[in-house]
């Protein structure tokens, strides 16, 4: 089975910390990605890699940067974390054309 | 991306088929129909994709019309835990060819016993 582990469950914040979102899949996809989740705005894409060292901006980039130096790792990097990036993080890999598959997702809370 | 419509509800019976509908009217010659869904409190689970033809997997079958203008989504016997919000979404299937993975509200089904 497609394994994506994202490295922490909860995980709590103070405002203006640099926090590092780590996210690995086991099954060599070209592809990972990150959303965020909210209530009333549903899933929303901020960056995807299509292959190492490529970065693409999603839908919601700001505030937020990546780093992908291997394939199977993809890192979600709050530079400055504030309150509104309080959310449910969700981590992603797939192969070209096939079905994407998900982590269980980091709650994130800044304080 | 093209848009779909979902309804944002339905019931479904303990063992009996649901069907879930999607319209995709704006469908483009080159992008596939997927679907998700997303359980309570976990990430978002692939169910099955398509270009044209009917697909059918241990999961679940997905019925394109001809004009590929709309699909549904058949669990053939739906269980207490197919209770999720399904989503249908519609790209082309290569992140490099600008096909990213959009999920608008879904249809939040409840299956009750």
């Known amino acids: 089975d497609v394994k994506v582990t994202q490295s922490s469950r909860y995980l709590v914040k103070r405002t203006g910390e640099k926090v590092f979102l780590e996210c690995v899949q086991d099954?060599?996809?070209?592809?990972m990605f990150w959303y965020r989740q909210d209530p009333g705005l549903g899933l929303r894409l901020i960056y995807f890699?299509?292959?190492?060292?490529?970065?693409e901006k999603g839908d919601i980039p700001e505030g937020y940067s990546v780093s992908r130096e291997k394939k199977e790792r993809f890192s979600l990097i709050l530079e400055s974390a504030s309150t509104n990036q309080t959310s449910m993080y969700l981590c992603?890999?797939?192969?070209?054309?096939?079905?994407?598959?998900f982590g269980q997702g980091t709650r994130l809370t800044v304080v | 991306d093209a848009k779909t419509t979902q309804p944002p509800s339905m019931d479904c019976a303990e063992g009996r088929a649901a069907n879930l509908p999607c319209n995709h009217s704006?469908?483009?010659?080159?992008?596939?129909v997927y679907w998700y869904r997303q359980i309570h409190s976990q990430g978002p689970q692939y169910i099955i994709h398509?270009?044209?033809n009917n697909e059918t997997n241990e999961m679940a079958s997905l019925i394109i019309t001809e004009d590929r203008k709309s699909s549904t989504l058949i669990l053939p016997h739906a269980t207490l835990r197919d209770t999720a919000v399904y989503y249908c979404?519609?790209?082309?299937?290569?992140?490099?060819?600008?096909?990213?993975?959009?999920f608008g509200q879904g249809t939040e089904l409840s299956v009750k016993p």
């Open positions: 704006t469908i483009s010659g080159n992008e596939y």
């Open positions: 992603a890999s797939s192969s070209q054309g096939a079905g994407a598959f």
């Open positions: 398509g270009l044209k």
């Open positions: 099954m060599d996809h070209e592809n």
């Open positions: 890699s299509y292959d190492v060292k490529m970065k």
């Open positions: 979404i519609v790209r082309v299937p290569h992140w490099n060819q600008g096909g990213k993975l959009i």
